[in-house]
């Protein structure tokens, strides 16, 4: 079979998760799902989703989009119920006006959950569980931390791209622009796949959608040949990474505490995941559906 991100190497082994996952404020956990699941299952967890998240899986024209949504929604609740020790169908979210998801303030469990304060709502309460999640080709994955902004992206390289070069002329900085241009053609995919979720996964993380231009913040190293040095992967407690780089944009004040780490969690898929600060420690595990 073709490999479809020539000098990216996956992750070899996704552990099984404990029973009671304790989530630490210098841990972020790191969990994949597959969206392949038994039709029984994607029943069950179609019950768990609120009005609002029904719409939407009703919205989509494809079967198997829908499917999709269904079991990365379902999933993130199966999740989130996990933590807080609660039924995942009594999971109730809000949003903020970009859109993103947060959890209504409430007291469950062995956590505390307040609305954070950059969600825009004022509150100040500790113990605040973030989480994000992406999904692409059969693969979900979810992001948890605490008291820390997160954001996670994944794609499937099997996706057709009808053309990068345009797409990094539109959403990169011109410096960017003329560090990714000219690279070997064999790595062009895998450079463009690991930037292009660095880009998704800081936004997700800011949590103010497309508000903030592709184009006012950086990813990348500062030269070409840092960046092909970058994407030499490297193992860190067997998790495959690119060096860790630290953001720089104008829009953001605390963008300075920012850490990327890049990564292929399976054969054929790019992903990063962002987190506020450096020293935080990844964890993470494979959830697999029962028949």
């Given at each position: 079979m073709k490999n479809l991100l020539p000098g990216a190497r996956a992750l070899p082994h996704w552990p099984d998760p404990p029973r009671d996952p304790s989530l630490p404020e210098n841990e972020v956990h790191i969990w994949r799902l597959p969206l392949i699941a038994p039709e029984t299952r994607i029943r069950a967890l179609r019950e768990t989703l609120d009005e609002q998240e029904l719409r939407r899986a009703d919205r989509f024209r494809f079967s198997q989009h829908r499917r999709h949504f269904i079991v990365a929604r379902g999933g993130l609740r199966v999740l989130l119920g996990r933590y807080l020790q609660r039924p995942p169908e009594q999971i109730d979210f809000e949003y903020n006006q970009y859109g993103k998801p947060f959890l209504k303030d409430t007291d469950i469990g062995h956590c505390e959950q307040k609305m954070p304060?950059?969600?825009?709502?004022?509150?100040?309460?500790?113990?605040?569980?973030?989480?994000?999640?992406?999904?692409?080709?059969?693969?979900?994955?979810?992001?948890?931390?605490l008291n820390r902004r997160v954001g996670i992206d994944i794609e499937?390289?099997?996706?057709?791209?009808?053309?990068?070069?345009?797409?990094?002329?539109?959403?990169?900085?011109?410096?960017?622009?003329?560090?990714?241009?000219?690279?070997?053609?064999?790595?062009?995919?895998?450079?463009?796949?690991?930037?292009?979720?660095?880009?998704?996964?800081?936004?997700?993380?800011?949590?103010?959608?497309?508000?903030?231009?592709?184009?006012?913040?950086?990813?990348?190293?500062?030269?070409?040949?840092?960046?092909?040095?970058?994407?030499?992967?490297?193992?860190?407690?067997?998790?495959?990474?690119?060096?860790?780089?630290?953001?720089?944009?104008?829009?953001?004040?605390?963008?300075?505490?920012?850490?990327?780490?890049?990564?292929?969690?399976?054969?054929?898929?790019?992903?990063?995941?962002?987190?506020?600060?450096?020293?935080?420690?990844?964890?993470?595990?494979?959830?697999?559906?029962?028949?």
């Open positions: 304060d950059h969600a825009g709502t004022g509150d100040s309460g500790t113990g605040a569980i973030e989480f994000n999640l992406s999904h692409s080709g059969e693969i979900a994955l979810y992001a948890f931390s499937w390289a099997g996706r057709k791209i009808n053309d990068s070069e345009q797409i990094i002329t539109r959403f990169f900085s011109p410096r960017e622009v003329e560090v990714l241009s000219g690279l070997p053609a064999h790595l062009d995919k895998t450079v463009f796949l690991a930037c292009w979720t660095r880009k998704e996964a800081y936004i997700k993380a800011l949590g103010k959608g497309l508000s903030l231009p592709l184009d006012q913040f950086e990813i990348i190293p500062t030269s070409r040949k840092a960046l092909l040095t970058n994407h030499r992967m490297e193992f860190n407690r067997e998790l495959p990474i690119l060096n860790d780089i630290s953001v720089s944009t104008t829009d953001d004040s605390r963008a300075a505490c920012w850490t990327i780490r890049t990564f292929t969690p399976d054969a054929d898929y790019m992903a990063t995941i962002v987190a506020e600060g450096r020293k935080w420690e990844t964890r993470y595990w494979r959830w697999k559906w029962d028949v």
